[in-house]
């Protein structure tokens, strides 16, 4: 199974993304982690893109597409792979469905995260991530007000989760990824989610939704 998840900034992509790869045994890439994990390791990669991402806005396709399909030519044998933050514009779209048919593959759902403008700045303001094991999620979730609850480490707010930056991610999004919903409407692909709910209750909405549009059924044993 093929799945694409996009959704502005803070709507939860991170943590529906891996849950869903994990309910449905898929690949997961995070280009969003990929990206600040390679600023942090300060790659050429890394350099060239963090002022980018310091600014909120996007990495240009010619840094996306090499990273994009080298990652996905990795994955041959696996049973399929869940992308989150990847395509965020019509021409990465156009880029994954070049891939995709010159791989005689797919894409069986593409699943847009709606969350109003109001709580996402609400959400963005409480979020932390782990540098560790690059878990996210709210400040409430963490371990004794400061630890990752996966692993342990001590996890902190998102080095580009500052309101400025957030509002040119939120305007970028807005007006790069947002197209996607009528693109992957006409192509009958388009899984639209109402992603305001505690994260259970989307994570089985989203799950309910993708069964039902790949019409296929989990393994007994999960
Ligand atoms: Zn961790």
Redesign the pocket.
């Known amino acids: 199974m093929r799945l694409v998840l996009f959704g502005p900034p803070a709507s939860g992509k991170g943590t529906q993304g891996r849950r869903l790869a994990s309910s449905l045994s898929l690949g997961y890439l995070s280009t969003g982690a990929l990206l600040r994990e390679h600023v942090e390791n300060a790659t050429p990669l890394g350099l060239s893109a963090k002022p980018i991402l310091a600014s909120g806005e996007y990495l240009p396709d010619e840094l996306m597409f090499p990273i994009l399909a080298d990652w996905l030519d990795h994955q041959t044998g696996q049973t399929g792979w869940v992308l989150d933050g990847f395509p965020r514009s019509l021409p990465q779209a156009a880029f994954l469905d070049g891939w995709l048919e010159a791989h005689a593959l797919k894409l069986d759902a593409a699943i847009s995260l709606e969350v109003p403008y109001d709580e996402l700045l609400q959400r963005m303001r409480n979020r932390v991530e ?6 996210t999620g709210q400040r409430g979730q963490l371990a004794h007000g400061t ?7 001590t ?1 902190s707010r998102r080095a580009d989760d500052d309101e400025q930056n957030f509002n040119n991610r939120f305007t970028e999004f807005s007006e790069i990824t947002l197209p996607l919903v009528k693109y992957y409407e006409d192509r009958k692909s388009l899984i639209s989610v109402q992603a305001t709910a505690p994260q259970d209750e989307v994570a089985a909405l989203i799950l309910a939704e993708v069964m039902e549009k790949a019409s296929v059924s989990l393994p007994s044993n999960r």
Not at 130 to 135: L, S
Not at 147 to 153: F, L, R, V, Y
């Open positions: 782990c540098p560790a094991c690059r878990w630890d990752c609850p996966k692993c342990g480490a996890a």
